[in-house]
């Protein structure tokens, strides 16, 4: 038996690899069109941003290792060119110019998938435009990020490999832009559990652009044109827009091809002809639940179906029963997970489930909150589910994969007995948790409503009531609702009747027991799957704000507050662990015990207590010190009040800082203004520097910014960056300014943007005054990095405490 491969890689290796081991005397030939027969695409983007070291650790097989241990023919940089059904031959031709044919008993097609790359307007002119596929391809975006000192990349597609590449290309040390046409990244989760990712992706100081396409082109690549006009500057741009099947040769051959470019194969993978077999990205497939044809681009499926035709040759009998699109992707500190069915793609009726179970026992260090989802059908059946988390999406999400191949029922996730020690599952799972609460829903004992319903449910006349305690309603409610603690739900029976009533708290666990109560009193009410959590999630709103090199937390004005080392906590708490309510009780609790202006500090492991908690101090008048993230673990100062015993009255304590308000433009006076501020910084000294008006032109940046006609003539009469202000006195068109940088030069003056880094490595805080931004339209974006935006009252409360306050 004589058996051609068509590709190798996945699908094609394994099936080389098991047709040997079950047949000694088979002879096997592989065709390859690239360099390279077996290697791990789906780690490409982890040796670019450095997450794998060594390039050889990608290349798993060579083709002398293959034709040694395999006994078999391998041809790499060989293209296979044309099939002859009738005769069952096949020609190839390779890249030394060797060409040929071979005749086979069985031929295996399995050529993958090919990158999209559509005819964008000045694409074939863009010398810094990529696709990933390949292990050269790897290597061109190695060489030229190196080769270009490239400093700001554009990821175009928020599919996996999209993701993957935003994430590595920050690893690198690039300033990262992701662009997606859709409202959302990643397609198989649904909006809201994809907000999780924007809001993560943010946090981690990747610029989201969403519902945006790619218009063309410019400058040889290095900007990139909208579809709303506006224009991103780019040194390196990776489109990972998707991917099609390789179905040429097979089209050319009279195989069948489906409605979505795959090659047409039955359940053994055979092909409208029964002598040639098809697998992997260029198959289309029926999908494990829907039934329908779907396409498929992940490498374990190729691996079975490769192993699976080899037994079928073999006699051995085996049957593909369908794809159930098992995924999950690494997103910074993030996984997330997805198998079979989303809202977008389900038919008929459904219900959901939104659940936020912790990862391992809440008590164990290193507990994180899971956001879980599930779809199910009114009859039980599990049709999807997705998970983001830090820890755990991969094992919450296999359970399901098995569930639902082994054709149990949403509610029998209940009577799984799965293994639990606190280090790594909760006595209750988060499958265990699943089954649960889908129970009570078939069984019409909660009825819950999503959180893309409560405008409606609202208009319908319905009573929103958080029964979260009062500390948690403070940081942060849907618009409308009472709140009225489920300790004192009992108590407020008459308040409640006869009115119609959605009830929720943070994750609408203690909405059920309410709605238990309720229910039980006779009142109407619903619970809001997910809670507060989820619907803040769903609602979270783009900053779309420009890319940075750090990691700030979304919490903090997008800018990373440490902990001051100088403060010293009178209280530390230890949360780590503790899903919601638990921190923020235990900083509501603690704070009550603490006198105006004592620090507490609180460690946590949920990300999300960094938002909650700076919420609940601007509420509750108290004051937030910093964030920091170490391993996992977020650390929090919180200072009680706002009293003159602040902060920055610790600080600035016996008036040892100095204030400086910059009007003017001139290089001169910009110059002087910094030589203060160096000077004060080296003596110890606290500064601040309050840029205003002109004064502008000294923190501004050249950036493209759409602007009114009014904000284009101050952008015309302002300079364009700090490199190009003009002196007060003899200016001279600009020749007095380059004499001065000149003379400068020859006494060894340092200039203004070392002056600038200069005061900026001692500490000075640069504000930029918001008020003259907004009168000169001066953008955000336009800001020098680490430029911070404040009003009067910032710069007032510093000069308050301020020894010295000048005004230059």
Known sequence: MKILIVGGVAGGASFAARMRRLNEDAEIVLFEKGEYVSFANCGLPYYIGGEIAERDALLLQSVEQMEKKFNMKVYNNTEVTKIDRKNKSIEFSSKDGTDGKSDYDYLILSPGASPVKPPIEGISEAKNV????????????????????????????????????????????????????????????????????????????????????????????????????STVHSDITILAIGVKPENTL??????????????????????????????????????????????????????????????????????????????????????????????????????????????????????????????YSTEGKILGAQCVAKD????????????????????????????????????????????YVSENALNKKVSFIQCNEIEQYKKDGYMLVDVSEAAEFAIGHIDGSVNIPLGTIRDNINTLQGKKIVLYCRVSLRAYNAHCILRQKGIDSVVLSGGYKTY????????????????????????????????????????????????????????????????????VTDIGFTKDINSWCSTTGNTLIGVHEDSGVYTAQIMKGKTEQTLETKVFENHNSATIIVFSGDLDKTMAAFIIANGAASMGKKVTMFFTFWGLSAVKRRAHAQKNAMEKMFDIMLPADITKLGLSKMNMAGMGSAMMKKIMKEKNVDDLPTLMQSARNLGVKLIACSMSMDVMGIKKEELLEGVEIGGVATYLGDAQKSGINLFI
């Open 130 to 229: 990529f696709t990933l596929r390949t292990v050269p391809d790897t290597d061109a975006i190695k060489s030229y990020i190196k080769n270009n000192n490239a400093q700001e990349a554009t990821v175009i597609g928020g599919g996996f490999i999209g993701l993957e590449m935003a994430e590595n290309l920050k690893r690198a040390g690039l300033k990262t832009t992701l662009i997606e046409m859709d409202k959302q990244v990643m397609a198989p989760l649904d909006f809201e559990m994809a907000q999780e990712l924007h809001m993560h992706l943010e946090d981690k100081g990747v610029r989201l652009i969403l519902n945006n396409g790619v218009k063309k082109f410019k400058d040889k690549g290095a900007a990139i044109e909208l579809s709303d006009g």
């Open 250 to 375: 097979a089209k050319d051959a009279g195989l069948a091809i489906g409605a979505r470019g795959g090659i047409v194969v039955n359940s053994q993978m055979q092909t409208s002809d029964e002598y040639i077999y098809a697998l992997g990205d260029a198959a289309e497939v029926n999908h494990f639940v829907s039934g329908e044809k779907v396409q498929i681009a992940l490498a374990g499926y190729a691996n079975y179906q490769g192993r699976m035709i080899a037994d079928l040759l073999n006699g051995m009998q085996a049957e593909y029963k369908g794809s159930l699109g098992t995924s999950i992707a690494k997103v910074f500190d993030l996984q997330a997970a997805s198998i079979g069915l989303n809202e977008k793609t389900i038919k008929g009726e459904y219900q959901v489930i939104h659940l936020h179970p912790v990862n391992h026992a809440a008590y164990y260090p290193g507990s994180y909150p899971m956001h879980v989802k599930v779809l």
């Open 392 to 435: 755990g999406a991969d094992k919450f999400i296999d359970t399901i994969a098995t569930a639902i191949y082994a054709g149990l029922s949403i509610t029998q996730l209940k009577d799984l007995q799965l293994a639990y020690a606190p280090p790594f599952n909760a006595a209750k799972t988060a499958i265990n948790f699943v089954g």
């Open 536 to 603: 803040a999630i769903a609602n979270y709103k783009l900053k779309n704000t420009a890319a940075i090199c750090g990691c700030p937390l979304s919490a903090h004005n997008q800018e990373e507050k440490m902990i001051q080392k100088n403060v010293t906590a009178k209280v530390e708490i230890n949360a780590c662990g503790l899903q919601c309510p638990g921190p923020i009780t235990r900083v509501y609790t603690a704070m009550n015990e603490l006198a105006d202006g004592d620090v507490l500090e609180v460690k």
